[in-house]
């Protein structure tokens, strides 16, 4: 879904398969044309677990709607914050094996430093704040996953109030 | 909160119960009580006709549970094993607090860990407070602490 805001554009995806870095990011700069500058972010799944284990499969499970709401409103949120043309947040759900992108954040803007701000800035709202259920598998069997202490400490950086989750 | 039985059920000297749920509500609704009986204790459903604050006086007594309508609710997130998913419960029609219906599921699914504060309703999409009051025809959800992306 795209949305634009005063000649601005938001885009929220949820995935359900890998997601198609290359034509994400030229999609995103096709839709602010003549900007100087486009940041991008992958987070990528991790080979192994936060206790060191190998992981076999990392399971996002999603809400029909407040998912898709969630990353909309983050997405729009770093829009309004930043001088930037355009943000794209992508995110998957289901499961997805080590190395696979999970997230696309990518900001178009007139200058690198709002665009790299602004892409830091959605990252840190979608840590904590996506509306995801994370679960691992493996040797260990299958584990639930909540955001961590640095996740909470990274958000609380924007000085802002929870908007409204 | 510990409530008493105006009406004891029965003269068997059931003289004091604890409302295991929220205490923040008037009106009609079923709480979690803990019932105390001569050393013995039991867990049952009550319908409680007026809740207030802990160590006052709790009007009402057992008795049947309300007819209502019929509702879907769902679950997300780790709190959905417990339930497989979904669950269909009688809500009143006058409307049930969400911490009612928290204490409701608990007791009718024996599952304590819906009663987290943790655990949010999300009524027709909208994550909301434990005061909220559901009504009969809401879409009415239980979600887990997000983990985030």
């Known amino acids: ?165 | 909160m510990r409530g008493f039985l105006a009406r004891p059920a029965s003269p068997a000297a059931i003289t004091e119960y604890n409302v295991l749920s929220d205490d923040q509500w008037h009106g009609v609704m079923p709480c979690v009580c803990q019932i105390k009986s001569r050393g013995l204790q039991a867990r049952l459903i009550l319908a409680v006709t007026s809740c207030i604050r802990y160590g006052k006086r709790v009007s009402g007594g057992p008795g049947p549970m309300v007819d209502g309508e019929r509702m879907q609710i769902e679950f997300y997130g780790r709190i959905a094993a417990s339930f497989g998913g979904a669950a269909q419960v009688e809500i009143p029609e006058a409307g049930l607090p969400v911490s009612g219906l928290k204490a409701l599921l608990a007791s009718r699914f024996n599952v304590d860990a819906v009663l987290h504060r943790a655990v949010r309703a999300a009524v027709n999409n909208e994550f909301v407070p434990e005061s909220h009051v559901i009504r009969p025809g809401d879409t009415v959800e239980f979600l887990s602490p997000v983990s985030g992306g």
Not at chain 1, 3 to 18: D, N, P
Not at chain 1, 116 to 136: H, S
Request: hydrophobic share 40%; charged share 30%.
């Open chain 1, 1 to 165: 879904m795209t949305r634009e805001i005063q000649g601005q554009s938001v885009h929220a995806e949820l995935a359900t398969s890998a997601i198609d870095v290359a034509a994400q990011l030229e999609e995103l700069r096709l839709r602010a044309p003549g900007h100087g500058a486009v940041v991008s972010f992958q987070g990528t799944v991790r080979s192994l677990t936060k206790q060191g284990e190998p992981l076999e499969q990392l399971i996002l499970d999603h809400h029909p709607r407040m998912t898709l709401a969630s990353l909309q409103r983050i997405a729009e949120a770093g829009l309004r914050r930043f001088e930037v043309s355009a943000v794209s947040v992508v995110h998957r759900c289901g499961a997805m094996t080590p190395g696979e992108v999970i997230v696309l954040v990518g900001v178009a803007s007139d200058h690198r430093r709002e665009a790299f701000l602004a892409a830091d800035y959605v990252m840190d709202r979608l840590k904590t704040e996506a509306v995801f259920w994370k679960r691992e598998l493996g040797p260990f069997g299958e584990r639930w996953i909540e955001p961590t202490e640095r996740d909470m400490m990274d958000r609380e950086r924007w000085n802002e109030e929870d908007a409204g989750n």
